[in-house]
């Protein structure tokens, strides 16, 4: 089923889903499943599982250095479909520009079509870790537009060699969106317009960066409907969870902290009672989301639940 046919159907009741992120190699697929299992209660329509891309180990080899890939956390697709499996859920994979060529994302689209997954998230993805800059694989795409519009061909049948044909895939496309600006644009309105045009390519909906500030997507909203962008907008929630977080959540997510949030956290002496005010914090923010009607709540469970279970038992 398509997220947009979850939102038509639940006619302005708000919905609950999540993010998680795949293990990193060698662990357990049975203990990320019971951690995300107390969720399930809260009926889900869909989860979504991030895409990590390889990082580049540097070995001496005769005498030169070698750049080796590997990937710390694979399995997404493999996720998705235990996902499906286990918990007759929807899963939502993440697809990205960054370490694919076109034909190698056609034929992992593919995969995803043959598994039955109706939904994906196109994203450009994070620079490769160490690099400041994200840079494109030689035959791949630069930007989440132009991985959106090879989606949006391959939905009409058309792919990238024309000696190659298929039957048209029907997926439904979600693109990213930054409340708060994506932190490479110069300002948000030059970031604001490429968002606009990945809807105009044939986006079906949109997933926010996370955000403590409701005004912040308020705003974000409010530009978005006046710019004639009419698609669903999916709130992206976190609850805070560690001191830490104050500055490094601004420092990876380019977000501001509101100062209230941030002056009761530091007066917090353990980290459990800093949880207990991500919690509040987050249980507040939902409870104004679903005043706004906003179509779905959506958490970055980093796969634990424990935080988000207590949100979702006091908002459903
Ligand atoms: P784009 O929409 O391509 O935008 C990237 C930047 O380029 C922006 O600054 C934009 O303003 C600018 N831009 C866009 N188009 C053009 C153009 N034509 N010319 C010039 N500039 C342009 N990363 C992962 O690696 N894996 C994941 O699973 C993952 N999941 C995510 C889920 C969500 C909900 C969000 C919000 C982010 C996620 N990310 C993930 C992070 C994301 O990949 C990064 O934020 C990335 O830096 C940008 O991705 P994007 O799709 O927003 O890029």
């Known amino acids: 089923t398509k997220i947009t046919q979850y939102i038509e159907q639940a006619k302005g009741k708000t919905l609950f889903s999540i993010e998680i992120i795949p293990p ?6 049975q203990s990320l499943m019971s951690n995300i299992e107390p969720l399930m209660e809260f009926k889900p329509p869909f989860i979504e599982v991030t ?22 956390r694979p399995g997404t ?13 929807d899963a939502v994979p993440h697809v990205i520009c960054g370490g694919f060529t076109k034909e190698e994302t056609e034929d992992f689209l593919f995969d995803l079509h043959y598994l039955g997954i109706d939904n994906v998230l196109v994203l450009r993805g994070d620079p490769v ?23 949006v061909k391959m939905n ?6 024309e000696e190659t044909q298929s039957a048209p895939t029907n997926f439904c496309i979600g693109v990213a969106g930054y409340p708060e600006k994506h932190f490479e644009a110069p300002n948000f309105s030059t970031d604001f317009a490429y968002l ?8 079906d909906y949109i997933v926010t960066q996370m955000f403590f500030d409701n005004q912040k997507y308020f705003d974000f909203v ?3 409907r006046a710019a004639g962008i009419t698609v669903p907008i999916i709130p992206g929630l976190k609850p805070l969870a560690t001191k830490k977080q104050l500055t490094v959540l601004p420092r990876i997510f380019h977000l501001d902290l509101p100062e209230d949030l941030v002056k009761a956290v530091e007066s917090c002496k353990t980290d459990k009672e800093v949880k207990q005010v991500g919690v509040e914090w987050c249980i507040a923010q939902c409870k104004e989301l679903m005043a706004f009607e906003a179509p779905i709540l959506h958490f970055y469970t980093m796969s634990k639940s424990e935080s988000t279970k207590k949100i979702a038992e006091a908002i459903f």
Do not use: D
């Open 24 to 29: 990193v190699k060698g662990e357990n697929i």
């Open 51 to 72: 895409y990590h891309r390889e990082e580049f180990l540097e070995k001496i080899v005769n005498g030169k250095i070698e750049r080796i890939p590997i990937r710390k």
């Open 77 to 89: 697709v493999g996720i998705c479909a235990s996902l499906m499996n286990r918990f007759k859920v």
């Open 129 to 151: 870790k160490g690099n400041a800059a994200f840079t494109p694989e030689k035959g791949g795409h630069a930007y989440a537009s132009e991985l959106l519009e090879q989606v």
């Open 156 to 161: 009409q049948g058309v792919l990238l060699h």
């Open 196 to 203: 606009k045009k990945k809807v105009e390519l044939g986006a």
């Open 222 to 224: 409010a530009k978005c």
